[in-house]
């Protein structure tokens, strides 16, 4: 069955944009509630034990990365998937050349991502990085970045393809914010089957007295306490 690209345009109307733009310059991350329909993600999941769509398969304990699995597609990625990367990328692209600006920065990031995927190509970084992850009970992520190379876009999404509390519970999506000389501060967040979360792969701007500094983040998850949590991770810049 095709998958179709009309269920998730609703957030990515320009009404709608200004919404998201304020969350990410308030808080740093945005949730997109319903990004994808249940059949939608019923059918992404199902993807995961089609060995055929992906190029790498990651088993977390091996690198101490934490406990769980995830595979990175192979191009040519679903379609679904490559419309999301695509859909998303135009307005996060114009958050980032914001804060960009903010950070006294030339504006750095392409209109569309086919531009912004040259300039990855240009540095060597060809090979796609979306991909699909899979937690049972005991298993979590630590707290990492995705930069895999010189060129990075400065936000990913992960989109949750699980049924929280009906096929797993534990398993929150964490967020931690190291400020500059300070505490760091951590966000617990759940999300709901379909929901996306859009976060900064590295640092973000914050307002301060005297214009604005960067924080870094990572982001990982809790252990998963029972069930299987499945999510799809959309990452923008390619890999080496
Ligand atoms: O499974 C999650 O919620 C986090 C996945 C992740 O680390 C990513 O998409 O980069
Ligand atoms: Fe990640």
Same mark, same amino acid.
Request: charged share 25%.
């Given at each position: 069955?095709?998958?179709?690209?009309?269920?998730?345009?609703?957030?990515? /109307?320009?009404? $709608?944009?200004?919404?998201?733009? *304020?969350?990410? /310059?308030?808080?740093?991350?945005?949730?997109?509630?319903?990004?994808?329909?249940?059949?939608?993600?019923?059918?992404? +999941?199902?993807?995961?034990? $089609?060995?055929?769509?992906?190029? *790498?398969?990651?088993?977390?304990? =091996?690198?101490?990365?934490?406990?769980?699995?995830?595979?990175? !597609?192979?191009?040519? @990625?679903?379609?679904?998937?490559?419309?999301? *990367?695509? &859909?998303?990328?135009?307005? @996060?692209?114009?958050?980032?050349?914001?804060?960009?600006?903010?950070?006294?920065?030339?504006?750095?990031?392409?209109?569309?991502?086919?531009?912004?995927?040259?300039?990855?190509?240009?540095?060597?970084?060809?090979?796609?990085?979306?991909?699909?992850?899979?937690?049972?009970?005991? $298993?979590?992520?630590?707290?990492?970045? $995705?930069?895999?190379?010189?060129?990075?876009?400065? !936000?990913?999404? +992960?989109?949750?393809?699980?049924? =929280?509390? @009906?096929?797993?519970?534990?398993?929150?999506?964490?967020? %931690?914010?190291? &400020?500059?000389?300070?505490?760091? =501060?951590?966000?617990?967040? +759940?999300?709901?089957?379909? /929901?996306? @979360? %859009?976060?900064?792969?590295?640092? *973000?701007? %914050?307002?301060?007295?005297?214009?604005?500094?960067?924080?870094?983040?990572?982001?990982?998850?809790?252990?998963?306490?029972?069930? &299987?949590?499945?999510?799809?991770? %959309?990452?923008?810049?390619?890999?080496?």
């Amino acid at each position: 069955m095709p998958m179709s690209l009309s269920e998730f345009a609703p957030f990515l /109307d320009r009404q $709608d944009e200004t919404g998201l733009q *304020r969350e990410l /310059d308030e808080s740093g991350f945005a949730r997109l509630p319903g990004l994808l329909n249940e059949a939608q993600c019923a059918e992404l +999941v199902a993807l995961y034990e $089609d060995e055929s769509r992906f190029r *790498r398969t990651i088993d977390m304990n =091996r690198y101490r990365f934490g406990s769980g699995e995830y595979k990175y !597609f192979a191009a040519p @990625l679903p379609a679904l998937v490559q419309q999301l *990367r695509e &859909r998303l990328y135009p307005a @996060l692209a114009r958050a980032a050349n914001r804060w960009e600006e903010r950070l006294g920065q030339e504006p750095a990031y392409p209109e569309e991502l086919s531009a912004f995927l040259e300039q990855c190509h240009r540095h060597g970084q060809t090979r796609p990085t979306p991909l699909l992850l899979k937690y049972e009970e005991g $298993d979590y992520n630590c707290l990492h970045q $995705d930069l895999y190379g010189e060129v990075f876009f400065p !936000f990913q999404a +992960v989109i949750a393809l699980s049924r =929280r509390d @009906l096929d797993y519970a534990g398993g929150e999506f964490l967020l %931690v914010e190291q &400020r500059p000389r300070a505490q760091s =501060r951590g966000h617990a967040l +759940v999300l709901e089957q379909g /929901d996306g @979360l %859009v976060f900064p792969t590295n640092n *973000r701007p %914050v307002a301060g007295a005297r214009g604005y500094y960067r924080t870094k983040l990572r982001h990982g998850v809790s252990t998963v306490l029972s069930g &299987r949590r499945h999510t799809l991770g %959309v990452i923008f810049h390619d890999a080496r």
